[in-house]
T-cell receptor
Framework: DAGVTQSPTHLIKTRGQHVTLRCSPI?????VSWYQQVLGQGPQFIFQ???????GRGNFPDRFSARQFPNYSSELNVNALLLGDSALYLC?????????????FGNGTRLTVT | DAKTTQPTSMDCAEGRAANLPCNHS???????VYWYRQIHSQGPQYIIH???NNETNEMASLIITEDRKSSTLILPHATLRDTAVYYC??????????????FGTGTRLTIIP
């Protein structure tokens, strides 16, 4: 079975630009979450979406937004990019209706802002 | 979610059992212990989780103390491919699963040939 897939794998952007990252969850999973991982640190929670609704949000500015589509895939959007947004962006999926169902992560999109 | 404390780094000889400790002294009754690992340049990989009973799967065993204030992840026969950063996370289940995980800096496990 296919795991969580993310695209693109790598991306280089300039300060002030906008970026869209995409994620397809594991088949049957209805919940998608986004994490940011800065070099040398553990992943940090950004958003969680379930059934197209935002169910949780981490401590990130409004420049970060996301949405989930009817097929449960998701997009993460970041506006007005800053150098500090350079990171590995991880998408994770889970069933969303089963307590303590573990997250399954994709291999991420490496974003470099110059 | 309760905080966890892990050693920064550990070494283990190939073929031996790797025992990774985690302290979570402020864990609540409804919080699970999760273990993930991250191999360089990849996303975190789920290993195992438990509430209060010991758990075993094809990857590892999880031993949780009776007071639930600490746990140990055991990789029974470590291989070079087990070299990774291992994260111990404590999190309560919600109606929508367990999406908001708080990662620390983990334990960097190096398997030595």
């Amino acid at each position: 079975d296919a795991g969580v897939t993310q695209s693109p794998t790598h991306l280089i952007k300039t300060r002030g630009q906008h970026v869209t990252l995409r994620c397809s969850p594991i088949s049957g999973h209805k919940s998608v979450s986004w994490y940011q991982q800065v070099l040398g640190q553990g992943p940090q929670f950004i958003f969680q979406y379930y059934e197209k609704e935002e169910r949780g949000r981490g401590n990130f500015p409004d420049r970060f937004s996301a949405r989930q589509f009817p097929n449960y895939s998701s997009e993460l959007n970041v506006n007005a990019l800053l150098l500090g947004d350079s990171a590995l962006y991880l998408c994770a999926s889970t069933y969303g209706t089963v307590n303590n169902s573990p997250l399954h992560f994709g291999n991420g999109t490496r974003l470099t802002v110059t | 979610d309760a905080k966890t404390t892990q050693p920064t780094s550990m070494d283990c000889a190939e073929g031996r059992a790797a025992n990774l400790p985690c302290n979570h002294s402020t864990i609540s009754g409804n919080e699970y212990v999760y273990w993930y690992r991250q191999i360089h340049s990849q996303g975190p990989q789920y290993i195992i989780h438990g509430l209060k009973n010991n758990e075993t799967n094809e990857m590892a065993s999880l031993i949780i103390t009776e007071d639930r204030k600490s746990s140990t992840l055991i990789l029974p026969h470590a291989t070079l491919r087990d070299t990774a950063v291992y994260y111990c996370i404590v999190s309560a289940a919600t109606n929508f699963g367990n999406e908001k995980l708080t990662f620390g800096t983990g334990t960097r496990l190096t398997i030595i040939p």
